[in-house]
Antibody, heavy 123, light 106 residues
Framework: EVQLVESGGGLVQPGGSLRLSCAAF????????MTWVRQAPGKGLEWVAS????????YYVDSVKGRFTISRDNAETSLYLQMNSLRADDTALYYC????????????????WGQGTLVTVSS | DIQMTQSPSTLSASVGDRVTITCRAS??????LAWYQQKPGKAPKLLIY???NLESGVPSRFSGSGSGTEFTLTISSLQPDDFAAYYC????????FGQGTKLEIK
C-alpha cells in the first residue's frame, strides 16, 4: 500500500526556517517525480515544488524561489522541503504528493497524497 | 502563468441530481487537466486525469470532458459521499489549481 507520511511542521517566527520531511512507503520511490503542495487555512491548493527521480530537475512556484529547497534521498525513500526566510503567507498545510506514472516525464497529476503537516508562521 | 477559473464557487444540490462544474484555462492546455475531490480534513483525491480518464477505483458516475481551454466535471447522480470540494488542475506548464468548487447539500 502506498503511503506518504509528512513531518516537521510547527510554529515558526517570520524570517525563520523549517525542514519538512516526507517518508514514502509501498512503492519504488526512486522511479517517481515527487511534489509539495500547500493549502492555506480555508483556501485552495497551491503547487510549491517538484523534483524528478534522481534530483537533477527541480521546479518551484515563483513565490518560493530562492527561499525553499526541495530535495530527496532515494536510499531513505524520503522527500524534503527546506524552508528559509519564512513569511506569514507561507502558513499552510503542506502535502507531499506522488506524480502519476513511474519513470514519467515532468507534468503529471498527483495520484497519492500524504495527510499533510501544518506550518504556522507567526510572531 | 496559466490561470484556472472554476465555476461555480459553490453549488447546492440534492442526492440524485446531475451536476456539472466548469474549469477554464487562460490559454490552451490541450488535455492536460485533472480533477480532484477533497473532503474536510482530508487530502485531495485524484478523480480524473488527461481531462476524461477515470482514475482507478473512482465510481463511473464521475466523468470529465473538454480540451483546449474549457473543461467540465460531471457527476451523473449525486451520492451522499460526493458532497465535498472539487478542484481542477492544469499540468501543462507547470501546475496550477482552480480556486475550488464547494458542493453542498441543498
Amino acid at each position: 500500500e502506498v503511503q506518504l507520511v509528512e513531518s516537521g511542521g510547527g510554529l515558526v517566527q517570520p524570517g525563520g526556517s523549517l525542514r519538512l520531511s516526507c517518508a514514502a512507503f509501498g512503492f519504488t520511490f526512486r522511479s517517481y517525480w515527487m511534489t509539495w503542495v500547500r493549502q492555506a487555512p480555508g483556501k485552495g491548493l497551491e503547487w510549491v515544488a517538484s523534483i524528478n527521480q534522481d534530483g537533477s530537475r527541480i521546479y518551484y512556484v515563483d513565490s518560493v524561489k530562492g527561499r525553499f529547497t526541495i530535495s530527496r534521498d532515494n536510499a531513505e525513500t524520503s522527500l524534503y522541503l527546506q524552508m528559509n526566510s519564512l513569511r506569514a503567507d507561507d502558513t499552510a498545510l503542506y502535502y507531499c504528493a506522488r506524480e502519476l506514472g513511474a519513470h514519467s516525464g515532468y507534468g503529471q497529476p498527483f495520484d497519492y497524497w500524504g495527510q499533510g503537516t501544518l506550518v504556522t508562521v507567526s510572531s | 502563468d496559466i490561470q484556472m477559473t472554476q465555476s461555480p464557487s459553490t453549488l447546492s444540490a440534492s442526492v440524485g441530481d446531475r451536476v456539472t462544474i466548469t474549469c477554464r484555462a487562460s490559454e490552451s492546455i490541450s488535455s492536460w487537466l485533472a480533477w480532484y475531490q477533497q473532503k474536510p480534513g482530508k487530502a485531495p483525491k485524484l478523480l480524473i486525469y488527461r481531462a476524461s480518464n477515470l482514475e482507478s477505483g473512482v465510481p463511473s458516475r464521475f466523468s470529465g470532458s473538454g480540451s483546449g481551454t474549457e473543461f467540465t466535471l460531471t457527476i451523473s447522480s449525486l451520492q451522499p459521499d460526493d458532497f465535498a470540494a472539487y478542484y481542477c488542475q492544469q499540468y501543462s506548464s507547470p501546475y496550477t489549481f482552480g480556486q475550488g468548487t464547494k458542493l453542498e447539500i441543498k
